[in-house]
């Protein structure tokens, strides 16, 4: 959040090219440290540099979080033509001017049901609230 000039009275900004190759140097630096040391044994190495990578990747997934703004360009869910259609539970029942919902809209399949009790399945059961009584 730091990184990308959100929530500071004095802005920093950092590409996230440098942001991704900052953690791969340091995972180079440390790999190489690991490896030659000259007391352990490759057994005892392996772990832990194993373990830095899984930290390295999740710290790029952080950044990630804050830098990619993949799927922007698509509306979000229950919009269409930036006008809300589909109601959410959770909101209050009143909604605000501007929006759309589905009543408003118009269903093509509304009262597609209806009549559905007078069908027949050929030994002359009527059918009931779609089942066979």
Not at 44 to 62: F, H, M, S, T
Not at 83 to 96: A, F, N
Not at 119 to 130: F, Q, R, T, V, W
């Amino acid at each position: 959040m730091m990184h990308v000039s959100c929530g500071r009275q004095h802005p920093l900004h950092v590409e996230y090219v440098h942001i991704g190759v900052t953690p791969s140097f340091i995972q180079d630096i440390l790999s190489e440290a690991l490896l030659s040391h000259p007391r352990l044994k490759l057994d005892r190495k392996i772990a832990p540099i194993k373990a830095l990578g899984k930290v390295i990747r999740i710290q790029n997934d952080l950044f990630a979080k804050w830098y990619v703004r993949d799927g922007d360009e698509f509306e979000k869910e229950g919009y269409l033509h930036r006008k809300k259609i589909l109601h959410d539970e959770s909101e209050s029942g009143s909604e605000s001017e501007g929006d759309v919902n589905a009543e408003t809209v118009g269903c093509p399949f509304k009262g597609m049901g209806a009549g559905m009790e007078r069908i027949s399945m050929g030994d002359d059961a009527p059918m009931k609230n779609g089942t066979l009584q």
